[in-house]
């Protein structure tokens, strides 16, 4: 692996790092915003219920955006 190699790979992680840390609590706070106000659910409720699909889609999707961002 070249010098040039890793320094693609070292900024794409770097990319990809950045999106998750950006998309993740994004995402989480749009997931708990919806389910409390459009569904009527009280607080506890709707942090309960968004965990793990907020920590999904906050992961995937700032993930993918790391990458197009990464990739010239």
């Known amino acids: 692996m070249t010098a040039h190699e890793q320094d693609d790979d070292a900024r794409l992680g770097r990319a990809v790092a950045r999106g998750i840390l950006f998309g993740l609590p994004i995402a989480y706070v749009l997931l708990v915003l919806g389910l409390w106000l459009l569904f009527d659910r009280d607080l506890t409720t709707a942090l309960q219920t968004?965990?793990?699909?907020?920590?999904?889609?906050?992961?995937?999707?700032?993930?993918?955006?790391?990458?197009?961002?990464?990739?010239?």
């Open 50 to 72: 968004s965990a793990l699909p907020g920590l999904l889609l906050g992961v995937f999707f700032g993930g993918f955006f790391g990458v197009t961002r990464a990739t010239d």
